[in-house]
């Protein structure tokens, strides 16, 4: 008799059967909730993480841009004909666009995750039926749901339905299924929205509107005046109306002949997914935005990231954009420009008509203009300098976005890995210095949070960890160097500005840069702030700690340094008379 074998998607109690044996997890994210320990390892299979494999990971990116393609054509027709619009592709991107290309790499994950199970075989699944459920109300809660469980669930579910028939489903019912993230708690002030509204009273004839810029209140406020010549604030609202599904509007296939197999399957899913604000809320989001009194005919749009979950704005800027006003992006994370592909930043450059970047370098893209490190406050204050911050990068349950040299929830472990080697090799005098610093939040997603610090259980010396709650710069304040663990880390680049001794700790594929930007890394590495080896990495800093500030500032270290400063993460002094003058080069 052929044993039963049942397959587990999420790390939800109640899909796991009352017999734990023969379980089939679809990934590690199971076990985020749901303690491993209590499984026995010869009861269970874990499936292999497809994207572990690079050069899987690069066919996919590039069937998903095409893909991507496709869908925005398709969702653009469809959208104009439920509102009877007339809006270009490019009018619809600026609403849907960052939304649309998550969700697809969410999907193609799943879908890959599901095709690893046999045709053949028979499995069983217990799931909750979320039909109609669990709806993103806006961008921003869309941005949440990706990483909750249920929502997972219920992803993984349609798609075994559809692909896997040799599955008997078990359907179980609860009547707790309200996603923790279905009203994300956004914190926006009342006095920046009052001091918007009274300050957006006044029109100004050629306007540079500029919203969410990065560079803190007060600078952004200066540019305005500088730019304007008035101290305007421009503030966008979290939208609290609740929007009315309607499921025979979410039931409309937009599926053609030609499509392939997995396109069809993600038209299925799409339009039942798809934000509510973008579809039944539009007409109201599109009052609302006129309401906000900004400018009708601005001379040009800056932002750093409001374009990506401000729906308000997002309903706004799509309409300035369909008469061709320019849109100006600031550079607002570490991994635009250098990674051969980063999805969603590629498709913020391809999209925005020029971006200022962190640095002076010229880069072959002629959007790319030479900026500053625009999040950087100069410098951070060292004053006790008496700890070695080991600060992580951990990855989210769910993939939304494909990096060429980033880590997946799976492949972390080997990271993980090579950082306690590395810890388990320094002398005892240094190793009594080390701070761990977690990435996720404990407030936010605490599972998460628990999940990681777990990773670090086996650690044979107890080290002091601390989480994301302790402000960065109390942790710098006390810190004699800063290792990373990841390329794509604002921190990193900070404290370069700031002229902290920094170091990334990661795998180092040159292959994974562009062929711009290689020399610059390969010269980090050949210094020693760019370390992938945990024993020579722990070689160095038993030998170099004590007086790791005349090594970091000697001539040979230090001109390499500055060259890469200069060109990825320049601090400006005159930041607001350096965005005047760039834009005027750029004839703005």
Known sequence: MKKKKFVISSSLELLVPRIKKNLIFLGDWCFTGLNKKKFDSKNIEVIDYHWNNQNKLIRDYNYINKIYKILSKDLTAFLNKVHKKNFSVRYWEQIFGIWLLRFTIFVFDKY????KLSKEKKYFYNYVNLKNRLI???????????????????????????IRPNISFIEKKTTSIKSKFSNPKINFSLFFNFFSFLTNLKKIKKEVFIISSYLGTLKEILLQLNLNSFPKFNFCKKIDKKFIIINSLREKNIAKKKDDYFLKLIKTLLIRNIPASYLEGYDYIQKKSSKYNWPENPKAIITANAHFNFDIFKFWLAEKRERNIKLIVFQHGSGYLFSKFYSEYDLDVNNCDYLLSWGGKKFRNKKILQGFNIRSKKEFKREKKENILLVQYFPYKYTTRLVINDYNFSNINKNLNNQKKFIKNLNKEVSETLRIRLFSSKSAYTDIHDYEKDKWHDLKVKHVFETREVPIEKSINNSKIVIINTFHSTLFFECLTSNIPCFVFSDFSL??????????FINLKKIGIIQDNPLHFSKFLNKNIKNIDKWWNQKKVLNIKNTFIKNYCHYEKNQINFIKKKLNSAKL
């Open 112 to 115: 890959s995750v599901a095709k």
């Open 136 to 162: 993103p109300n806006t961008s921003s809660e869309a941005n949440y749901l990706f990483q909750d469980e249920f929502f997972n669930h219920k992803i993984f579910t349609e798609i075994l339905f559809k």
């Open 511 to 520: 292959n994974t840069i562009k062929k711009e930007c290689r020399k610059d």
